[in-house]
């Protein structure tokens, strides 16, 4: 009976054994090594942990105009059309990169009510305009950019009359008799410092490339990157105007060759 039971202890010791060296111990982390993520958590992109050297508000939005200039005002018309696929605030982050010499650029999310009423204070001209200026810090909140560039929509006088064109769109001028059409793409560019958010430089988006004269004297009735196109280019109805490729591409031109002139000179230090 004694040997039985120690036979018995004896296997008993065999099997605990076995089992302890089956389990490997714990491992720990190196000297230095940085502690594995928790399952789910994100982690920052690098382009937003990175320095950032331009911070881009781009307003230019989605709103393209048709329009009718008369030389009375029962010949004025203007309609409104959503380009939500037109992709124009995407041109704007595009030229501002090509323009920004190496820079970082950080395209910033913004508050459309905010814009509203910091857009309807007055033109961007304005030797002071704090509440544009207001604007781009909150929408600047949470970065470090060396700049900061606000793009938005601009508005001119349309010839001698008293009607104006704004951002996008197509113009149709004169009476049954001589009648001329216009595509336009006007956009205003500021450039704000980092730090304080006073402004630095500003400028309309310019081609450069109509002399000032024929301005003056009436021959193109818009101060801004425009084309002229023939009447049939009109779309007969403001419907027609989203899937126009030709009127798309026009206007996605005038602005990138704009923005391509003048973005250069507004953001070299």
């Known amino acids: 009976m004694f ?12 099997i605990a054994g076995a089992a302890a060296q089956s389990v490997p111990p714990p491992t720990r982390p190196a000297k230095g090594a940085a502690p594995k993520a928790a399952s789910g958590s994100k982690q920052p992109a690098a382009a937003d942990a990175g320095p950032c050297g331009i911070g881009l508000i781009s307003v230019v939005g989605n709103r393209f105009g048709v ?3 008369g030389f009375t005002m029962f010949g004025n018309e ?27 650029v950080r395209r910033l999310a913004y508050s459309p009510s905010a814009w509203t009423q910091a857009g309807g204070s007055g033109s961007p001209m304005l030797r002071r305009n704090p509440e544009r200026q207001e604007f781009v810090q909150q929408s600047a ?20 009359t008293n009607q104006s064109v704004e951002g996008f769109g197509i113009v149709k001028w004169g009476n049954p008799i001589k009648r001329r059409t216009f595509l336009f793409a006007l956009t205003y560019i500021t450039v704000y410092d980092g730090q304080s958010f006073e402004v630095i430089k500003k400028a309309a988006a ?6 000032m004269m024929s301005r003056l004297i009436g021959i193109n009735p818009i101060s801004g990157p425009n084309k002229e196109l023939d009447e049939t280019a009109f779309p007969a109805s403001s419907n027609e ?3 126009n490729q030709a009127l798309r591409d026009g206007v996605r031109a005038l602005l990138t060759t704009s923005l391509d002139k ?6 070299r230090q």
Do not use: H, M
């Open 241 to 243: 105007v989203v899937g």
């Open 262 to 267: 003048t973005l250069p000179q507004l953001l």
């Open 141 to 160: 909140a949470g970065t470090k950019c060396q700049l900061y560039v606000l793009v938005e929509r601009f508005q001119n006088g349309f010839s001698n």
């Open 206 to 211: 310019s081609t450069n490339d109509e002399p």
């Open 78 to 104: 203007y309609a409104p059309v959503a380009i939500d696929g037109w992709g124009l605030d995407d041109i704007v982050t595009s030229r501002v990169r090509a323009a920004a010499s190496g820079k970082s």
């Open 67 to 69: 329009q009718q200039v």
């Open 3 to 14: 040997r039985i039971c120690l036979t018995t202890i004896f296997l008993f010791g065999l």
